[in-house]
Every structure is written in structure tokens, then in C-alpha cells.
Antibody
């Protein structure tokens, strides 16, 4: 079955750039794919999503710092978050959208999540 | 942004109880409301999508209802594995937003 696996550095320096990749295995990458994060003891925050066509949507609160890209040949999609601060310390999850129609921005498949700490 | 407000924030219940968690949207979201369960150290798990559709593999004791701004998640006959945190999420408009969560604890 389809599985997602996040990878990337667990420690990023303040003002640096956080870069994570989510590998899609066992299935097609033809879908919408998303990133969601969760600070310790806090709720879930939607970061953004990308379609296999390349179309992307971002959370306005992060839009100036976020880029999500997709590599069809590698069956993966990536997150870049620039100018990070301690407030960006969180577990980052990648997820698969449940469909392509409007309103299907829910996630039926998640990666295990990866903790990224912003610290010098 | 659409604000999602869950209540209660925490809830104590016993095995076998029936519990209901509510979620209110700051504006109408039609039926674009989803529910997740999350256990410590684990990724969220989709339970209900579009307000009342049960995700494949989720036990039928979970049910969802509501429309427009008011929604609820009901668990009928709590099982030990149901003690976890629950989040609602709207997928009506970007940015998709989540409720603050409800922690369901054993009484």
C-alpha cells in the first residue's frame, strides 16, 4: 500500500532554511500532497499543498517563507521554509489529500512525522 | 481564515460510555468538516470526512454529523483504544484550519 516517509535535518539554525522531503512509495504520485506541522503540546497547522501538475497553495501566514515542490521522477515532494525561528520548531508531517475535488483537503494518509528543532 | 472551535478541550469518560465532541466554524463550511484521532507520538488518523463519511477501516462506533457551522463527533461505546486526542478540520477554504483539539481521558 501507499506509504509516506519524511526525511531531512532534525536541527536547523535560526535564520536558516528548513528543508524536508516526503517520499511516496507503493503508489502513484498523481494527487494533491500536503505538509502539516505540530509544535510540542500544540494543535495542527496546515502549511500548504501541491498537486502533481505543479499547482500549489500555501498558508498566508507562512506564504512569504514557504515553497513546496514535487519531483515526479523521484516520486517525492519537498518543503522549504526560510528564515526560521524557534517558533518553527515542530513535528512536520506530510500527507496525501483524500481527493482532487473541492473540499477534499483532508488527509487519508500521513507520514510518521519528523521533528525539526530550530536552535543554534 | 476560518476559525474552528472545539468543545470541550478535555473530557473524562469510562469504557462503554457514549461521548460527543462538538466543533463550530466561524462561518459556513457546508459539509467540508473532517475529524482525526491522534495518539501521543503518532500521526493523526482520519476518522470522518465531509462531516459524516466514515473512513475505510474505522469502527462504526464513530459517527459524525452536522452542516454549515455546527458539527459533532460521537463515539458510541468507548473502547480502551479510543482514549486519545481528537481534532476537527475544515477543508472548505484555504488555509485549511484545525480545531484546538479535545483530549479524551479515562475516568
Amino acid at each position: 500500500q501507499v506509504q509516506l516517509q519524511e526525511s531531512g535535518p532534525g536541527l536547523v539554525k535560526p535564520s536558516g532554511t528548513l528543508s524536508l522531503t516526503c517520499a511516496v512509495s507503493g503508489g502513484s504520485i498523481s494527487n494533491w500532497w500536503s505538509w502539516v506541522r505540530q509544535a510540542a503540546g500544540k494543535g495542527l497547522e496546515w502549511i500548504g499543498e501541491i498537486h502533481h501538475s505543479g499547482s500549489a497553495n500555501y498558508n498566508p501566514s507562512l506564504k512569504s517563507r514557504v515553497t513546496i515542490s514535487l519531483d515526479e521522477s523521484r516520486k517525492s515532494f519537498s518543503l522549504r521554509l526560510s528564515s526560521v525561528t524557534a517558533a518553527d520548531t515542530a513535528v512536520y508531517y506530510c500527507g496525501r489529500n483524500g481527493g482532487t475535488a473541492p473540499g477534499t483537503g483532508y488527509y487519508d494518509l500521513w507520514g510518521r512525522g519528523t521533528l525539526v528543532t530550530v536552535s543554534s | 481564515d476560518i476559525q474552528m472551535t472545539q468543545s470541550p478541550s478535555s473530557l473524562s469518560a469510562s469504557v462503554g460510555d457514549r461521548v460527543t465532541i462538538t466543533c463550530r466554524a466561524s462561518q459556513s463550511i457546508s459539509n467540508y468538516l473532517n475529524w482525526y484521532q491522534q495518539k501521543p507520538g503518532r500521526a493523526p488518523k482520519l476518522l470522518i470526512y465531509t462531516a459524516s463519511s466514515l473512513q475505510t477501516g474505522v469502527p462504526s462506533r464513530f459517527s459524525g454529523s452536522g452542516s454549515e457551522t455546527d458539527f459533532s463527533l460521537t463515539i458510541s461505546g468507548l473502547q480502551p483504544e479510543d482514549f486519545a486526542s481528537y481534532y476537527c478540520q475544515q477543508s472548505s477554504s484555504i488555509p485549511y484550519t484545525f480545531g484546538q483539539g479535545t483530549k479524551l481521558e479515562i475516568k
